[in-house]
């Protein structure tokens, strides 16, 4: 087997487990191992990898069970937390969650106006206060999510067409990378919307 394919295979199954984890912990490696159809030395490689990142902690054994007991594994929602920015036609809201999806904190902005320098401004300033109001946590602030009113082009993160800001061929990821060094992502609003939905309902 090549190694791209290798490396694949293991995203996906890292992906199956922590899907499993975050969303029936308790979980045992065995129970994980049943429910993922992987084996019990792949389960076991990928969640101490895991534990070793601080996305997954031992929470003790499991109190009924016969003969020896599992340890049990539990989704460390605090190891690390993510920044979610609407932007509006009047108004910047920015809000701080864990990786469980739970709001840390909030708050929202007026833009005076659409011009894109400011809006910019606009954008990083209630990034950086978001960030001065983040616990400490073991991975941090792992990326920025941006919804843009507009035709956007996720690769690149830029604001292709926004008839409702008036903007034409912005590239906006770009304008906030220079500010600010994290991972940003940006979409339409109605896309990120869509996910929020699929993920948290």
Request: charged content about 20%; hydrophobic content about 40%; overall charge negative.
């Amino acid at each position: 087997m090549r190694t791209g394919d290798q490396t694949l295979i293991k995203e996906l199954n890292k992906n199956i487990i922590m899907n499993l984890i975050r969303n029936q912990s308790p979980i045992s490696r065995a129970q994980i191992s049943v429910e993922s159809g992987l084996n019990k030395a792949t389960v076991s490689s990928i969640v101490d990898e895991f534990i070793q990142e601080g996305l997954v902690i031992e929470l003790g054994p499991a109190r009924s069970a016969i003969g020896r007991r599992p340890r049990m594994l539990g989704f460390n929602a605090t190891a690390g937390y993510a920044i979610g920015v609407e932007l509006g036609i009047e108004y910047v809201h920015v809000l701080t969650v864990d990786l469980a999806g739970r709001v840390v904190s909030s708050h929202e902005s007026p833009l005076p106006t659409t011009d894109v320098r400011s809006v910019v401004a606009e954008i990083v300033a209630c990034i950086k206060e978001e960030i001065s109001n983040i616990p400490d946590s073991d991975l941090g602030i792992i990326g920025v999510g941006l919804g843009v009113p507009g035709l956007v082009d996720f690769s690149s993160g830029n604001v292709l067409y926004s008839p409702n800001l008036g903007w034409s061929d912005v590239p906006l990821r770009a304008y906030l990378e220079a500010h600010i060094n994290l991972p940003i992502f940006i979409d339409n609003e109605a896309n990120t919307g869509a996910l929020a939905e699929q993920l948290f309902g």
